[in-house]
């Protein structure tokens, strides 16, 4: 970077990225991460661990110094030129410190070999002196670039006390540390030395190793990375083309249906046509004959109105012809003759509509390439630990001499083995002990010859399969992630406290941004509240969060030293506690959870006490000051049935007490090891009953029964899908789901 980029970039080089402002006193880590020492005191304060902190940039692991002391770090000397190069070029404005005075003035020298500023008085005294005559002074008026590359050039002094004007000039080998001349002499005396000059043209040799190693690393990342694209790209085309198939086999079905449609549809309209001509033929008929019975009617009306008795008498006979009594039933008879012409209807194809329903328009079928005999792994010592590698699932078919397949072990004498696309990958080679009956049985896979498994048989295993079945433990797959580093809305800074409403709403202590955020059960930012600072509604570092019967949210507020309640709007409504080791007052608190009773259960971590609540905010009683029962850095304590279940970070253990607060045991102790925990944190029972520990320094979550025997675990350290970077707390959803809060990835992630 050439002296003009720098000058023009000067501020945001020299500005600490923890506490946003110019560095003060400069300390760098092994990750070659920069910070003020005072924000690493901070920070380790914080972290609740006195030998580790992690770097608030890349969130390694950073070792405390031997001594105890933060001091200790290695001091950046090149940031302190920049600090320097800083004050040269504001030195009109602000002024420079005298290194000799402190006075503060905007007439100031710099000496490059005293490597400190001097105001007008004192670079007087400074110029009398006659070790000091030699010395390169300049006004700071006078700089030029030149002038700014040489301070940026200046040499590295020794830090060990009474030295602090000795120059950096050898490499002590057994301490692997640069000295000065009295260091030679004295802390060093009787060690192997080199020049300092020559040490670093080796530590340059190495370290230009190995970075064209982490090159071509990136390159060969880079291009599995155009790989995986290219068939990303290969995926997205095949798929269009997969839903371009399927539009058009649908589109060809609805144009042969809409086809069948219309023949159905022209065969009713004929059908309807001959109906209604028929119907029409047999109204006009019957319309005809209506017409002479009404004529017939009007006449004899008037034959009775006009005769006589002896006339109507005469004309029985007659009437008899222009009445016929078949008149009476014309309109049963055509009843009858069009009742099997109405009754006509659609009987509809229901084997099709059921093929349909059941089958669907086609199937969706997914392949992969073939997987020959030596890619395919299992492995295994006898038939307790016999194991299948991921990379092939034997598909195993029992099978009787006739050949049927069969589900006793006493009648089986072939087994097919085929990998997961059907394919012969394994010959079984099986010996019968003529003592039990039972079979000795070795599968070898076809290209290599080598021997995979050996288990044996007997009638009493699990039907259909030579393998003895286990039941597996409970597995958690992950199925979501949301969150990044930031302040922005929806992103986080170091989430540590999770919990789940009624409504599947997950909400989030966001740490480090003092504020707490409500988030979908998909991760969709609903709103949040809160901000950094002392006051009703603020937080400084809020960490447990709860919710009770009242739909309250109740949230710790670490460093201030209390538990603050708001309402479903995250409007303020009360807060209890305050500094202090009384029953009402808290220290450092850090968990918090709702008993059946709906009070509150607060891990008291500074005053290293479990304190309960009411409702209302009243003190009722504490756990942890009885003989035997007490608490290093109790972190969280939850009620289960009838159990109170506490996490101790500092004794690496998990404490259980009755409802009346009676200890009863604790399970686990610092390790890696399935059971062993470092640093437990918050505690969570799952839709199972089992209690979920987050192992935070190892990286995993851990599932027990309350007996404490170990059941299963999740996850291990890393920043993928899956992975975990300390978590610090769980909760459940309605379905089952587990919320875990992933604290140094800046995420939550959800399992199932």
Not at 576 to 595: A, V, Y
Request: proline share 3%.
């Amino acid at each position: 970077m050439d002296i003009k980029t720098l000058l023009d970039n000067l501020h945001e080089e020299v500005s600490c990225s923890v506490c946003m402002t110019t560095f003060t006193d400069p300390k760098i880590l092994p990750c070659l991460h920069s910070f003020c020492l005072h924000c690493l005191n901070e920070i380790l304060r914080t972290s609740g661990r006195y030998d580790i902190f992690p770097c608030p940039e890349c969130r390694k692991e950073v070792q405390v110094p031997s001594s105890g002391k933060l001091k200790d770090l290695p001091t950046n000397f090149r940031m302190n030129s920049l600090l320097d190069v800083l004050a040269i070029k504001e030195c009109h404005t602000a002024g420079v410190k005298c290194g000799n005075c402190d006075k503060s003035s905007r007439h100031s020298s710099y000496c490059f070999q005293c490597c400190a500023f001097w105001c007008d008085e004192c670079i007087i005294a400074h110029n009398l002196i006659k070790a000091n005559k030699e010395h390169r002074v300049l006004a700071l008026k006078d700089f030029e670039d030149q002038d700014i590359e040489d301070v940026l050039k200046r040499p590295v002094f020794c830090q060990q006390k009474h030295h602090e004007k000795e120059e950096l000039k050898f490499f002590c080998n057994n301490c692997d540390v640069a000295i000065c001349n009295l260091c030679v002499a004295t802390i060093h005396d009787g060690h192997a030395k080199i020049v300092l000059e020559e040490a670093a043209s080796e530590r340059k040799i190495q370290v230009k190793s190995a970075i064209e190693t982490q090159k071509k690393n990136i390159e060969h990342k880079k291009n599995v990375i155009a790989d995986l694209e290219r068939q990303c790209k290969q995926i997205e085309a095949r798929g269009n083309a997969v839903k371009r198939d399927i539009h058009k086999f649908a589109e060809n079905m609805i144009s042969l249906i809409e086809t069948k449609k219309k023949e159905m549809l022209n065969i009713a309209d004929k059908q309807i046509k001959e109906s209604l001509g028929c119907v029409r033929t047999q109204q006009c008929e019957v319309n005809r004959r209506v017409k002479l019975l009404e004529t017939a009617v009007e006449k004899t009306e008037t034959l009775l109105k006009r005769c006589t008795n002896a006339e109507i008498t005469q004309l029985d006979k007659s009437l008899n012809t222009v009445l016929p009594e078949e008149v009476s039933d014309i309109g049963k008879q055509a009843a009858t003759d069009l009742e099997g012409l109405r009754q006509f209807l659609f009987k509809e194809n229901k084997t099709l509509l059921d093929s349909l329903n059941s089958d669907n328009i086609g199937s969706f079928q997914t392949f992969v390439t073939n997987t020959c005999a030596h890619q395919s792994t299992a492995e295994g010592k006898g038939i307790s630990e016999a194991r299948v590698g991921l990379e092939l699932n034997f598909l195993l078919t029992t099978r009787n001499a006739e050949g049927e397949q069969c589900y006793n072990q006493r009648d089986c004498v072939n087994v097919e083995i085929k990998n997961q696309q059907g394919h012969d990958c394994a010959t079984e080679v099986r010996l019968k002990d003529e003592k039990d009956g039972s079979y000795k049985v070795r599968y070898f896979l076809k290209d290599t010859g080598k021997c995979q498994v050996s288990v044996k048989i007997n009638e009493e295993h699990i039907r259909g399969s030579p393998f003895p079945v286990k039941p597996k433990p409970r597995q958690f797959r992950h199925v979501l992630s949301f969150g990044q580093k930031g302040s922005s809305v929806g992103m986080q800074c170091s989430p540590y406290g999770v919990a789940v409403n009624e409504r599947d709403d997950i909400v989030v202590t966001d740490t480090d941004n003092h504020r707490v955020q409500v988030f979908s059960s998909d991760g969709t930012y609903l709103r949040s509240f809160g901000r950094g600072g002392d006051k009703q509604g603020e937080f400084n570092f809020p960490f447990g969060i709860a919710f009770d019967k009242n739909r309250r949210s109740i949230v710790v507020d670490y460093s201030n030293h209390r538990v603050q309640l708001f309402n479903e709007q995250g409007e303020y409504l009360s807060q209890f506690g305050g500094e202090g080791n009384l029953d009402h007052q808290l220290k450092s608190p850090l968990g918090l959870s709702i008993d059946r009773n709906g009070n509150i259960i607060v891990a008291d971590k500074g005053n290293k006490v479990i304190k309960t609540f009411s409702p209302s905010d009243q003190f009722l009683y504490k756990l942890g000051e009885g003989e035997g029962e007490g608490f290093t850095s109790p972190c969280h304590c939850i009620q289960y049935d009838k159990y109170l279940i506490v996490s101790d970070a500092g004794e690496h253990c998990i404490k259980v007490f009755d409802i009346n607060g009676n200890f009863l045991y604790k399970f686990g102790n610092k390790g890696n090891r399935d059971g062993e925990l470092n640093s437990p944190q918050f505690l969570s029972v799952n839709k199972a009953g089992h209690l979920m520990v987050c192992d935070r320094d190892n990286h995993r979550v851990q599932v027990f029964e309350l007996s404490g025997r170990f059941v299963t675990k999740f996850g291990k350290r890393g920043s993928g899908p899956g992975e975990f970077k300390c978590p610090t707390s769980t909760a459940v959803l309605s379905d089952g789901r587990i919320v875990v809060a992933d604290w140094w990835n800046n995420r939550i992630q959800i399992f199932e």
